[in-house]
């Protein structure tokens, strides 16, 4: 994940105990977030229709090292997500955070980034109704 994303709060839903909905906008792969959330369009659509817009981004990463590939393999001791190469920024749509015993956890909740879309959704739900 980058250390950064974006939100989008319409003025209709600024005031104390507006009621509006949250949508979750995921930028493409080589998309930068900023400039994801400014051109979209989802922003306009979300005074419309009363949506607080959440932007979450996913930075590029650097490959990992041949060495590091090498290492011998951990019993599932250590999530892949935190080594596996993200050159292009991309959302896990296919599961390359998955190690070979975790094959299809992307389309889970136990997967890592819907877990933290979940804490954003609700962090968002949980301020709106303070």
Known sequence: MAPKGYLYVPPACRAA????RVHVALHGCKQEARSFALKAG????AEHYRAIIVYP???PSVPVSAALCRLPALDGAVDAAWIEPNPNGCWDWWGYLDAASDKGRSLTKQAPQI???TGIIAEVTAAASD
């Open 17 to 20: 105990g507006s009621a509006c």
């Open 42 to 45: 989802y922003n306009e659509w």
């Open 57 to 59: 981004a996913i930075a």
């Open 115 to 117: 877990g933290v879309l």
